[in-house]
């Protein structure tokens, strides 16, 4: 099962609602995280189930979908949120990670 | 808190091999499977390999299996992972990573902050 991320970058201003998608070869029913990483650092989850808001997270994010249509939102982006976001599906071995999707802030 | 420390990364020749930990801390270690995940450089993630709680199911990636062998010792609170037959295609960081009990059906929950690998003549 393939992952695929799009877009695979973006520039958006602070403020800005900004939506990433993730999408399986396969249904993967609701087994996908969403990982932040920042450069030279480790992966950070944000979601998972689909649309578990990780502790901790702000209330800005937000994950949907099942199946093999997912997306994350962010409602309105702010600064700290420059990095690049990975989906990962958990139905089954391989826990194979998407493409990532860089956030730049304008 | 929990932390996760990798270490026994370096530089290691091709055909060479290297073995990596991941000490384990503030958490209970032996109710949590455990992975690793490898990022080559400015490149994206890539699962690598998973362990159970006791460490009787170890499923690996395509591009390591046969080569890798991940390990646990439930004792030391230590993650391994053993790397053979290593080629320039396994320069990366190797993080480990601790799941939410599982790992499928689960998440990666908590990070290290990773080992470098370089394979290079």
């Known amino acids: 099962i393939q992952l695929t991320q799009s877009p695979s970058s973006l520039s958006a201003s602070v403020g800005d609602r900004v939506t990433i998608s993730c999408r399986a070869s396969?249904?993967?029913?609701?087994?996908l995280a969403w990982y932040q990483q920042k450069p030279g650092k480790a992966p950070r989850l944000l979601i998972y189930?689909?649309?578990t808001l990780q502790s901790g997270v702000p209330p800005r994010f937000s994950g949907s979908g099942s199946g093999t249509d997912f997306t994350l939102t962010i409602s309105s982006l702010q600064p700290e949120d420059s990095a690049t976001y990975y989906c990962?599906?958990?139905?089954?071995?391989?826990?194979?990670f998407g493409g990532g999707t860089k956030v730049d802030i304008k | 808190e929990v932390q996760l420390l990798e270490s026994g990364g370096g530089l290691v020749q091709p055909g060479g091999s290297l073995r990596l930990s991941c000490a384990a801390s503030?958490?209970?270690?032996?109710?949590?499977?455990m992975s690793w995940v490898r990022q080559a450089p400015g490149k994206g993630l890539e699962w690598v390999s998973s362990?159970?709680?006791?460490?009787?199911?170890?499923p690996y990636a395509d591009s390591v299996r046969g080569r890798f062998t991940i390990s646990r010792d439930n004792s030391k609170n230590t993650l391994y992972l053993q790397m053979n037959s290593l080629t320039a295609e396994d320069t990366a960081m190797y993080f480990c990573?601790?799941?939410?009990?599982?790992?499928?059906?689960?998440?990666?929950?908590?990070w290290g902050q990773g080992t470098l690998v370089t394979v290079s003549s």
């Open positions: 990573a601790k799941c939410a009990s599982t790992c499928q059906h689960q998440n990666f929950q908590h």
């Open positions: 503030g958490f209970t270690f032996n109710n949590y499977a």
């Open positions: 362990i159970s709680d006791s460490g009787d199911t170890t």
């Open positions: 396969q249904g993967i029913s609701s087994y």
């Open positions: 189930a689909a649309s």
């Open positions: 990962q599906k958990l139905s089954s071995y391989p826990l194979t």
